[in-house]
């Protein structure tokens, strides 16, 4: 359990669970049995497929990664591989089942791509996270695919301001991914592992991670909605925080982990900035 728990990652169970809850929410759902139900589920069963998965198939990579030792991830003991993915397929199935008997087909397409995409990322054979731009592409829409779905559960459109957030969050996806990457070129390239910085580099990678920040922060001020407009603020935070690395070289990459445990603490902050506007904006409207 302690294993399962660690692989896991609980210290960011919070950043699928929270995406579906506020946008289901934001979006007029008021099924409180639906909301209680897929919010359990991207907060637990999803991260336990997402990164236990993840776990199982770098293993190699992992041995060589320094930063497998905490909050950031663990190695996970070879005997424990089977056991995770047959636990990811226990505590997954009955949220899959329901979520399929209770939605409607868009939904389902939503939920079902959402899906894929975890086990895309990293099983053998697919391995999207070893393809260039698709690994920062599907890693997003980890995180996107959630909020996406609490919308489209709704049947709210995904036009105006809604898509502009949407687009915003995508481009903020991709950003992280990429930034992550950097840190992980050494071990990545010693395991035989592609990803977007193994590729183009660690210079290239970080580039393209602060322009997304900054297309992110422009999404949301072309939204129009002022609350939404105020919340162009957290992709900026990011940018500060990332900029730093404009220059970072392949030799020097892995000082970006001091940038990645920073962005970990950052994901708080902009949640707990998000929620405020969110709270504020409903109070000034009702």
Same mark, same amino acid.
């Given at each position: 359990?302690?294993?399962?728990?660690?692989?896991?990652?609980?210290?960011?169970?919070?950043?699928?669970?929270?995406?579906?809850?506020? @946008?289901?929410? &934001? %979006?007029?759902?008021?099924? =409180?049995?639906?909301?209680?139900?897929?919010?359990?589920?991207?907060?637990?069963?999803?991260? &336990? %497929?997402?990164?236990?998965?993840?776990? #199982?198939?770098?293993?190699?990579?992992?041995?060589?990664?320094?930063?497998?030792?905490?909050?950031?991830?663990?190695?996970?003991?070879?005997?424990?591989?089977?056991?995770? &993915?047959?636990?990811?397929?226990?505590?997954?199935?009955?949220?899959?089942?329901?979520?399929?008997?209770?939605?409607? =087909?868009?939904?389902? #397409?939503?939920?079902?791509?959402?899906?894929?995409?975890?086990?895309?990322?990293?099983?053998?054979?697919?391995?999207?996270?070893?393809?260039?731009?698709?690994?920062?592409?599907?890693?997003?829409?980890?995180?996107?695919?959630?909020?996406?779905?609490?919308?489209? @559960?709704?049947?709210?459109?995904?036009?105006?301001?809604?898509? =502009?957030?949407? %687009?915003?969050?995508?481009?903020?996806?991709?950003?992280?991914?990429?930034?992550?990457?950097?840190?992980?070129?050494?071990?990545?390239?010693? @395991?035989?592992?592609?990803?977007?910085?193994?590729?183009?580099?660690?210079?290239?990678?970080?580039?393209?991670?602060?322009?997304?920040? #900054?297309?992110? @922060?422009? $999404?949301?001020?072309?939204?129009?909605?002022?609350?939404?407009?105020? $919340?162009?603020?957290?992709?900026?935070?990011?940018?500060?925080?990332?900029?730093?690395?404009?220059?970072?070289?392949?030799?020097?990459?892995?000082?970006?982990?001091?940038?990645?445990?920073?962005?970990?603490?950052?994901?708080? &902050?902009?949640?707990?900035?998000?929620?405020?506007?969110?709270?504020?904006?409903?109070?000034?409207?009702?």
């Amino acid at each position: 359990m302690t294993q399962l728990f660690a692989t896991s990652r609980p210290f960011s169970w919070i950043n699928t669970a929270y995406p579906f809850a506020a @946008a289901y929410l &934001l %979006a007029g759902g008021r099924d =409180w049995v639906f909301f209680t139900v897929l919010t359990v589920f991207f907060l637990i069963p999803y991260n &336990l %497929a997402m990164y236990g998965i993840n776990d #199982v198939f770098d293993y190699e990579s992992d041995l060589r990664n320094p930063r497998k030792t905490g909050m950031e991830g663990i190695v996970l003991d070879r005997s424990m591989h089977r056991t995770t &993915l047959v636990a990811t397929v226990v505590t997954c199935t009955p949220f899959i089942v329901y979520t399929l008997a209770v939605t409607s =087909w868009p939904a389902r #397409v939503v939920f079902l791509t959402s899906c894929f995409a975890v086990v895309a990322y990293s099983v053998v054979g697919l391995r999207f996270k070893e393809r260039p731009f698709l690994d920062s592409v599907t890693s997003s829409y980890h995180f996107v695919s959630p909020a996406l779905f609490g919308v489209v @559960a709704v049947g709210a459109p995904l036009t105006g301001v809604t898509g =502009w957030v949407l %687009a915003a969050f995508f481009a903020w996806g991709m950003a992280s991914h990429a930034f992550g990457a950097i840190q992980d070129v050494h071990a990545d390239r010693e @395991a035989g592992i592609g990803s977007i910085a193994t590729v183009v580099g660690a210079r290239v990678t970080a580039r393209f991670t602060v322009m997304l920040y #900054v297309v992110s @922060a422009v $999404c949301l001020l072309a939204s129009g909605q002022g609350a939404v407009m105020v $919340c162009a603020v957290v992709p900026l935070l990011y940018v500060a925080s990332t900029v730093q690395y404009w220059s970072v070289d392949d030799a020097h990459a892995t000082v970006t982990r001091r940038g990645w445990r920073r962005f970990m603490w950052l994901n708080l &902050l902009s949640g707990f900035i998000i929620t405020q506007v969110i709270l504020v904006n409903a109070f000034v409207v009702s």
